[in-house]
């Protein structure tokens, strides 16, 4: 008897259609049954390995997708708004200007100032409770992600930026189109919405940055004009907007998700639901384990800028390495029984926020947000439950669910 053996890139292709979208776990094992690190075809690799993702992320020689790669891969690039927004900012940049942008934020993001927001996020994660308990007071069923998971994420970041309250609630679906620009593996009819939302986004960012000049206040939006005016060689007037468009859009759509797949796992076992309810260190792993076990951002990509040696494996220049955060994150050999949902199991460390000098701006943030959400709202409803299938949206990159319906009983 034959037994046929999936190859790499039969596994790529199928994780980026629709129907692998849905669970691109079991693609990621048929990668890792060909090795931790996997020549796909020339010019590309995917690392699934723990040890590999990780040092991969860390290689100084392996650089982000920049204008001059774009530039050889897709040299139409430029026509596309979305590609366009994105590549101003500090996620599509490299040494030294890289440093240059991610310095003007990281200081609003630090452990001290994220401690310090706790009591806002508390506050904010309050309010919406209260909303959840009257519109869910009739016992019919809602969906979480829209009313809960969404709302609050989107509430802080643009708390922080200076957004105001009436503007959040349009953002989800424009920051879902604005997000395929990064999905990398998507096509031309999808990356003509991108450019749609990237289009509407930038008007409005236009609008918020016209009128921060003129008021200034205590926010990252008035904060980064102010940079910009005073010194054009710090922020250009595009790296501006590409580095709001980021921030607005990695600020919510990835915590979103943390919270949606943080609330399902603990609807399904009563056991951690009662620990959250009760126990903070329990919830710091919780919230490790749901990062680990459904990263919100799947995977990333690198270019190899000249000849590496990586973990023995020879990455000849030019080769793209695609990073598969999710499949490191449950490398057998780092994680015992990986695709077992386990927050006890001991130095978690996911690799879900990526590594090296692009490690996600907003680790502290959106750690936080989800350690004070889970129990808040657990505790709020004990007898809130899952009241219907929930639903994945179409995205392999970007996971997470669009409908989770519950009630709140
Ligand atoms: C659960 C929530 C989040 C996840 C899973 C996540 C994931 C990631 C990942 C994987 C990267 C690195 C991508 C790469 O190296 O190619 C990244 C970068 C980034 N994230 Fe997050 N993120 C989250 C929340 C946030 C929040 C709340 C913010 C803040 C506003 C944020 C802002 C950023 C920024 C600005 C970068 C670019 C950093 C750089 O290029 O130096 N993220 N994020």
């Avoid at 039969?10 to 996997?38: C, S």
Wanted: charged share 25%; hydrophobic share 45%; proline share 7%.
């Amino acid at each position: 008897m034959t037994v046929y053996v999936m190859q790499p890139d039969e596994a790529i292709a199928a994780m980026v259609a629709p129907e692998g979208r849905l669970n691109p776990y079991p693609l990621y094992e048929a990668i890792r049954a060909h090795g931790d690190l996997v020549q796909v075809r020339e010019g590309l690799i995917a690392a699934v390995g723990y040890a590999e993702c990780s040092r991969a992320l860390r290689e100084p020689q392996f650089r982000v997708q920049d204008a001059s790669s774009y530039d050889i891969v897709y040299p139409e690039w430029r026509s596309h708004s979305s590609l366009r927004g994105f590549t101003n900012s500090m996620l599509f940049t490299n040494p030294p200007d890289h440093a240059r942008m991610r310095r003007l934020v990281t200081g609003a993001f630090t452990a001290r100032r994220v401690a310090e927001l706790r009591p806002a996020v508390e506050r904010m994660t309050d309010q919406l409770l209260d909303r959840l308990a009257e519109i869910g007071a009739d016992g019919s069923p809602m969906d979480l992600m829209n009313e809960f998971a969404f709302r609050l994420p989107v509430a802080v970041i643009s708390e922080m930026l200076g957004v105001p309250e009436g503007d959040q609630v349009w953002f989800r679906a424009v920051a879902a189109d604005v997000m395929i620009a990064l999905e990398g593996l998507t096509t031309l009819s999808e990356l003509a919405r991108a450019d749609a939302a990237v289009d509407e986004l930038s008007a409005y960012l236009g609008e918020l940055i016209d009128r921060r000049r003129r008021t200034p206040s205590d926010d990252l939006v008035s904060a980064l004009v102010q940079v910009r005016d005073s010194d054009g060689d710090r922020l250009s007037q595009d790296e501006l907007m590409g580095n709001l468009t980021l921030l607005l859009n990695a600020g919510f759509d990835t915590t979103t998700h943390l919270l949606g797949h943080g609330v399902l796992q603990a609807l399904e076992r009563p056991e951690f639901r009662a620990r959250l309810c009760v126990d903070p260190d329990f919830t710091v792993n919780y919230v490790e384990e749901t990062l680990r076990f459904e990263p919100p951002v799947q995977a990333t990509s690198r270019w190899a800028g000249a000849d590496v040696n990586l973990m023995g494996t020879e990455v000849p220049a030019g080769t793209k390495v695609l990073v598969l955060m999710a499949a490191g994150n449950r490398d057998p050999r780092r994680f015992p029984q990986p695709d077992r949902f386990d927050p006890d199991r001991p130095d978690i460390q996911p690799l879900s926020f990526a590594g090296g000098i692009h490690y996600c701006v907003g680790a502290p943030l959106a750690r936080m947000e989800a350690q004070v959400a889970l129990p808040m709202l657990l505790r709020r409803f004990p007898k809130l439950a899952v009241a219907g299938t929930p639903t994945f949206r179409a995205r392999w990159l970007a996971r997470g669910h669009n409908w989770l319906p519950v009630s709140i009983g």
